[in-house]
């Protein structure tokens, strides 16, 4: 006999796999010695040759079969009810009256009962700690953010970060990426500013297998705002991330607060202790493969510094560097620093600014 492919008890044309949802009834055999013989006479009654033809037949993994056949689960209704009629006609009254029946969720109930009369503080805990998830969730997927708000230095600078290192995906998911503890406190001031711009809290979640953090924002408004009124690519942005047409025509403060967001995720601010220079010297640079962002970037920082920029002749990023005491001072008067990394570089550096 050929075996039937695996597949759900009773899938069929007639009757879905709905149909055999684990919360069905559940069917147990009142003693053991019914139950072999229920199982003896099926096997016989199908015209099989082994065990293993009856498992197929009846589309159920072998190990789950075996759990049935000795009383370790008891059998879906669904399914036992299929293999009754497979029984001759004069036995299934005497099968159908040897049984019992549990509601499909009995065994998590008498399981969970039993936990709760042993560990109640632990459950109490664990019942707070969900109703505070679902709280956050709830907030997580509000809808009714203002899409259209009026352009604001806040929402440029938050716009600027996410065009560092941001990122959309799944049609609701706007995220922003950074350095588990480099950037823990930036990310808890752009999770700030999420709350304020949009009403929405911030995910903020820890990569397990790197020293990543990512702040997560899940809103279909919100995705829909990003990847439309701000045309920022669906897929990888790398190589042509760049600052939205309708910031680079607001006001030059509306400019430099997104110019800010993108040195606060991508930049870095560094102190050049080399011998040659009286007291360290600071340098401010941006490294990025998007040349579009680049070329829109050395006009807006000329108009106010002397910007050093070209190509890395060994890889294929381009590169943006302001240096000088004076240039620094003038970085922190017109643009500065949100995140706290660069900052912190700056307050500690010998000699100040």
Not at 282 to 291: E, G, T, Y
């Amino acid at each position: 006999m050929t075996a039937a492919p695996a597949m759900c008890p009773l899938q069929s044309k007639e009757k879905p796999r709905e149909q055999c949802s684990v919360m069905e009834e559940r069917i147990g055999f009142n003693s053991g010695d019914s139950r072999k013989e229920f199982f003896s006479l099926l096997r016989s009654s199908v015209s099989v040759s082994n065990w293993n033809e009856l498992y197929a037949f009846f589309g159920v993994p072998r190990s789950m079969f075996q759990h049935y056949q000795h009383g370790q689960f008891l059998i879906p209704k669904s399914l036992f009810d299929k293999m009754l009629s497979f029984l001759p006609e004069e036995r299934k009254p005497e099968f159908q009256s040897i049984v019992f029946s549990k509601p499909g969720n009995w065994g998590a109930v008498k399981g969970g009962k039993a936990l709760y009369e042993k560990y109640p503080d632990e459950f109490e805990k664990r019942k707070m700690n969900g109703l505070k998830k679902l709280r956050l969730m709830s907030a997580y997927y509000a809808r009714d953010i203002n899409a259209t708000q009026e352009l604001s230095k806040d929402l440029c600078e938050f716009v600027g970060a996410f065009i560092g290192d941001g990122y959309v995906s799944d049609g609701s998911t706007v995220g922003i990426s950074g350095h588990s503890e480099l950037d823990k406190k930036y990310h808890g001031y752009l999770s700030g500013k999420a709350t304020k711009l949009f009403g929405l809290n911030a995910g903020i979640v820890k990569s397990k297998d790197k020293n990543g953090i990512y702040l997560k924002l899940y809103s279909t408004n919100l995705y829909k705002m990003f990847t439309g009124r701000f045309s920022f690519p669906k897929g990888s942005k790398t190589y042509t991330v760049k600052i939205p047409d309708e910031i680079l025509a607001a006001s030059e403060d509306c400019v430099f607060a997104a110019v800010r967001g993108i040195f606060d995720t991508d930049g870095c601010v560094f102190f050049d202790k080399r011998k040659a220079y009286a007291k360290p010297y600071p340098r401010i640079s941006l490294q990025m493969d998007s040349k579009p962002l680049i070329d829109q970037l050395v006009p807006i920082l000329r108009k106010h510094f002397s910007v050093s920029t070209g190509k890395h002749s060994n890889r294929n990023d381009y590169y943006i560097e302001i240096y000088g005491h004076a240039q620094l001072a003038e970085w922190m008067r017109l643009i500065g620093f949100s995140n706290r990394r660069h900052l912190d570089k700056i307050e500690r550096a010998p000699g100040g600014i």
